[in-house]
């Protein structure tokens, strides 16, 4: 695969990128939010568990 190195292209892609809505902008805080806050729960409780477990630390 070739990758363009002239600077135009990525001038194109810059104009074609827009700034998003705030409705596309909350969704997408709240769903960052919502995995963050899934990943620290699955972190608590593999923690929990291997409290419980013996050998645990």
Sequence with gaps: MKTPTDLT???RVLKLASTPT???FSKVA???GLGILLVG???FV???IMT???GGP
Excluded: L, M, N
Aim: hydrophobic share 55%.
């Design 9 to 11: 292209s990525y001038i």
């Design 22 to 24: 705030w409705d596309e």
């Design 30 to 32: 709240t769903i960052a």
């Design 41 to 43: 729960f699955i972190g």
């Design 46 to 48: 593999i923690f929990s």
């Design 52 to 54: 419980f477990v013996p």
